[in-house]
């Protein structure tokens, strides 16, 4: 399994704000004064990282594509005049030494590129040896390898300031938000890599700004140590995603209407009441296993039987009315349906499993 050497964003000297941590500023910089004056309505609410898109990745040709190299000259100036931080996404080499060159101090890789091996190796080559940080999107499809796998690749090239940031995935599905939040990979990433700071963009993921409070929401529930979020002086006006940005006057009204939850307390009675009911789920998991345990050496028999009467393991009807029996009792129970769907189909696979084996076992024997 993969291991990454991180430094701790404790470290980092970026983020003053107590979680969540903040990072916002335009989907692109566009004008001098457009990105001076979003940064400098930030700033006043303590925000002290300014993100602006200064290449764009856009769907079709011809829309606006980023400034480009001048709009580094007014990230400069926000640097000089606001004391922000500054950070770009960064899709190429020549990103990376534009950014190094004017003073970038962090750069992130979007969700297209995470997606290409290749660039993100050719991203990783041109950071060598520089020590700022690089905030890894989620790439376009709900594959957490190729996310691993980028962060691999610069932790490979020395990077050890590595955050990662959840934009959710492209569906094919309508749903109402832009991009499927898919939570349960950024939990599973989380799991494996507690340690690296772990943002959500609820621009991207809703794709309006009428989500974007309750999915800053869901994202800080889960855990999540901060928000990356797109912010213009005038959004009505922008030259890109202009649905789903916010002026700093609500970014202001966004910060306040959050709840953060504290990810553990040190009050006493909290840690009893939590540590007696972790006791019970202990208990019931383990009686869980024992159940299943139970299941299988029944499932096993089943297979010797069928086995000796020269019958087939899978019967497809069989199955379907038994599901149906437990979604049916699962909804007195107050369960789910996809979720006693879920569980039940899980235990039925690793059934058939292991009766395929003893048929395969009695085979083999009779060779
Ligand atoms: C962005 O952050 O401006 C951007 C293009 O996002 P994503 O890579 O998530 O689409
Ligand atoms: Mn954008």
Same mark, same amino acid.
């Given at each position: 399994?993969?291991?990454l050497?991180?430094?701790?964003? *404790?470290?980092?000297?970026f983020?003053?704000?107590?979680?969540p941590m903040? $990072?916002?500023?335009?989907c *692109?910089?566009?004008?001098?004064?457009?990105? #001076?004056?979003?940064?400098? @309505? /930030?700033?006043?609410?303590g925000?002290?990282?300014?993100? !602006?898109? $200064?290449?764009?990745?856009?769907?079709?040709?011809?829309?606006?594509e980023?400034?480009?190299?001048?709009?580094l000259?007014?990230?400069?100036r926000?640097? +000089?005049?606001?004391?922000?931080?500054?950070?770009?996404?960064?899709?190429?080499e020549?990103?990376?030494?534009e950014? #190094?060159?004017?003073?970038?101090?962090?750069?992130?890789? @979007?969700?297209?590129?995470?997606a290409n091996?290749?660039?993100?190796q050719?991203i990783?080559?041109?950071?060598?040896?520089?020590?700022?940080?690089?905030?890894?999107k989620?790439?376009?499809?709900?594959?957490?390898d190729?996310?691993?796998?980028?962060l691999?690749?610069?932790n490979r090239?020395?990077? +050890?300031?590595l955050?990662? $940031?959840?934009? @959710?995935?492209s &569906? &094919?599905?309508k749903?109402?938000?832009r991009?499927d939040?898919?939570? =349960? $990979?950024?939990?599973e990433l989380?799991?494996?890599f507690?340690?690296i700071?772990?943002?959500?963009?609820?621009?991207h993921? @809703?794709?309006?700004?009428? %989500?974007?409070?309750? /999915? *800053?929401?869901?994202?800080?529930?889960?855990?999540l140590?901060?928000?990356?979020v797109?912010?213009?002086?005038?959004?009505s006006?922008? /030259? &890109?995603?202009?649905k789903q940005?916010?002026?700093?006057?609500?970014i +202001?009204?966004?910060?306040?209407?959050?709840?953060?939850r504290?990810?553990?307390s040190? &009050?006493?009675e909290? =840690?009893?009441g939590?540590?007696?009911?972790?006791a019970?789920?202990?208990?019931?998991?383990?009686n869980?296993l %024992?159940? /299943?345990?139970?299941?299988m050496?029944i499932?096993?028999?089943?297979g010797e %039987?069928?086995r000796?009467?020269?019958?087939?393991?899978?019967?497809? !009807?069989?199955?379907d009315?038994?599901?149906?029996g437990?979604?049916?009792?699962?909804?007195?129970y107050?369960l789910?349906e996809?979720?006693?769907?879920?569980?039940?189909?899980?235990?039925h696979?690793v059934?058939?499993?292991?009766q395929?084996?003893?048929l395969?076992?009695?085979?083999?024997?009779?060779?």
């Amino acid at each position: 399994m993969a291991n990454l050497e991180c430094t701790p964003v *404790s470290e980092w000297g970026f983020f003053t704000l107590p979680r969540p941590m903040v $990072i916002a500023g335009p989907c *692109s910089a566009e004008t001098e004064e457009q990105v #001076l004056e979003t940064a400098k @309505g /930030l700033r006043e609410l303590g925000i002290n990282v300014f993100r !602006a898109g $200064i290449w764009k990745p856009r769907t079709h040709p011809g829309c606006f594509e980023g400034i480009g190299v001048p709009g580094l000259k007014w990230l400069q100036r926000v640097k +000089k005049e606001t004391g922000m931080k500054v950070a770009t996404e960064v899709a190429s080499e020549r990103h990376v030494f534009e950014c #190094l060159k004017y003073g970038v101090d962090m750069v992130w890789l @979007g969700a297209r590129t995470t997606a290409n091996p290749f660039l993100v190796q050719e991203i990783a080559d041109a950071l060598k040896d520089t020590d700022i940080p690089v905030l890894v999107k989620n790439p376009v499809n709900p594959d957490l390898d190729l996310w691993i796998g980028a962060l691999e690749r610069l932790n490979r090239a020395g990077i +050890k300031k590595l955050g990662v $940031i959840h934009r @959710g995935f492209s &569906s &094919s599905q309508k749903i109402i938000y832009r991009n499927d939040p898919g939570w =349960k $990979i950024a939990i599973e990433l989380r799991t494996r890599f507690p340690e690296i700071p772990f943002f959500a963009d609820p621009s991207h993921m @809703g794709g309006s700004r009428d %989500y974007v409070l309750e /999915l *800053s929401q869901r994202a800080l529930d889960l855990g999540l140590d901060g928000l990356m979020v797109e912010s213009h002086c005038n959004p009505s006006c922008a /030259l &890109s995603d202009s649905k789903q940005q916010l002026t700093p006057a609500e970014i +202001k009204d966004l910060l306040s209407r959050i709840v953060v939850r504290e990810t553990d307390s040190d &009050s006493l009675e909290y =840690k009893e009441g939590i540590d007696h009911l972790r006791a019970q789920i202990d208990v019931i998991d383990d009686n869980l296993l %024992y159940i /299943l345990q139970s299941r299988m050496n029944i499932s096993r028999k089943i297979g010797e %039987y069928k086995r000796d009467h020269n019958i087939a393991i899978l019967q497809t !009807a069989r199955w379907d009315e038994v599901l149906d029996g437990m979604v049916k009792n699962g909804r007195k129970y107050g369960l789910a349906e996809d979720f006693v769907k879920a569980v039940f189909n899980a235990i039925h696979e690793v059934s058939v499993q292991a009766q395929n084996e003893i048929l395969e076992a009695s085979q083999k024997a009779k060779l």
